[in-house]
């Protein structure tokens, strides 16, 4: 039968225990180097050491003595639940590391003040208690709204700048007109486009919250999940920028806005009159658009009702077509990656090489920042928590994205 113990009466009894020992071996410890001060007077001027070495190897063997008792005591302390409970850090390993002994240290010796919470705060559970040391234990974690996926940085190249804007040739391929050439015969011209230079400024996208310094101080869990959400809250605005920014004021030049417009017409090839395209289709005349200018594309991306309706297309036999052009664990059509955005409008696509046709350029990766001196933080006991990045995005190749929509009739 296991005894109940109250972790209250237990921290006391410990914080008692402990209390008197450190007290002990800090006032020897004060003897000590009173000794050997009064040790380098004499030596000084010449004195006789007898009687003072005496007395200063007796304090010693007293100081060493306690140190081995406070060294026992941190070792029982350490593994309170026995041989089976994992290793945690003694009370000895938490003065070492405590502030007050660094002070300590730093002044040369002295008396050395240990509040109570530094003593104990050793990862200690109590037999039929949900405490720690009178500390509530955390029993769940905090469940937060499930978030939309983030793709985009996925697909496009990263790169690192130190500049506030990014300058660099846009090319647009030209027509080329090499032939064979008889003996004497002019040369053909090809039309070789000369690229322009193009800039993107970087971009600041933020955020801010503000939060209670009690909550803040009281709650671990919370500061963490606040830091992650704060942190997402950048990455979804920025998977939406790299997608639909239009580049107007601080907006992102994003693909969607300044991807080549799909040539409708050419989705109803070998299609009967009056009878429209399937998405299907669409999809794999904007690969070859994508091709014909010689940038392979490598992946799509679709709101997910769209490729909802493109896996539930079916056959005369009422069997589902999927397997025909899908295979594996991600999801494939025509061979390219698809990749399910909610930010795109349903019934639109984005068709491109992403690999080959843009860059992501980091200034200044996400970042969190808390500050209590902001407007009357101070005298509210509020914090105000600030979370933002620096980025820009290059289109190199406009030509190597497509953007259309599946309405096509022939």
């Known amino acids: 039968m296991t005894q109940h113990v109250d972790p209250k009466d237990l921290a006391d009894a410990v914080s008692a225990e402990f209390k008197s020992h450190y007290e002990a071996l800090n006032k020897k410890s004060e003897d000590q180097a009173q ?160 690229p322009t230079l193009a800039t993107v400024n970087i971009r600041t996208i933020a955020h801010w919250v503000q939060q209670s310094k009690q909550l803040m101080d009281d709650s671990p869990a919370f500061q963490t999940i606040l830091d992650q959400e704060m942190r997402r809250g950048l990455a979804e605005e920025e998977d939406d920028q790299i997608l639909l920014g239009d580049g107007l004021g601080q907006n992102l030049t994003g693909l969607l806005p300044n991807a080549t417009t799909f040539d409708q017409s050419a989705a109803t090839n070998g299609i009967p009159a009056g009878t429209g395209a399937t998405s299907v289709d669409v999809i794999r005349w904007a690969k070859l658009a994508a091709a014909k200018k010689y940038y392979p594309a490598d992946a799509i991306v679709l709101n997910p009702e769209d490729w909802a309706k493109i896996e539930l297309m079916k056959d005369g036999d009422n069997a589902y077509l999927f397997s025909a052009f899908a295979s594996g664990t991600t999801p494939r059509l025509w061979g390219l990656r698809v990749i399910e955005n909610w930010s795109i409008p349903a019934g639109e696509f984005l068709v491109g090489g992403f690999s080959t046709g843009a860059r992501i350029w980091d200034r200044e990766q996400g970042n969190v920042v808390i500050s209590t001196e902001d407007r009357d933080n101070f005298v509210k006991n509020m914090i105000t928590i600030r979370a933002e990045e620096r980025i820009a995005l290059s289109i190199y190749r406009p030509d190597a994205f497509v953007h259309g929509s599946f309405t096509v009739t022939a």
Not at 51 to 66: P, W, Y
Not at 86 to 103: H, N, T, V, W
């Open 35 to 194: 000794i050997i001060a009064e040790m380098k007077t004499k030596a000084a001027n010449k004195e006789d050491l007898t009687d003072i070495t005496g007395r200063l190897e007796g304090v010693s063997e007293e100081v060493k003595s306690l140190a081995k008792l406070a060294d026992e005591m941190d070792k029982k302390m350490s593994r309170p639940g026995g041989a089976g409970e994992p290793e945690r850090k003694s009370f000895g390993q938490k003065i070492l590391e405590s502030d007050e002994y660094k002070s300590f240290i730093e002044q040369g010796g002295g008396r050395m003040s240990l509040a109570q919470k530094a003593i104990l705060t050793a990862d200690v559970t109590v037999p039929n208690s949900t405490t720690y040391w009178g500390v509530p234990k955390e029993q769940a974690p905090m469940v937060i709204e499930p978030r939309k996926p983030l793709q985009m940085r996925d697909l496009i190249p990263v790169g690192r700048t130190n500049s506030n804007a990014i300058e660099f040739p846009q090319w647009t391929r030209g027509d080329m007109a090499a032939a064979p050439v008889a003996e004497g015969a002019p040369k053909p011209e090809s039309a070789i486009t000369v």
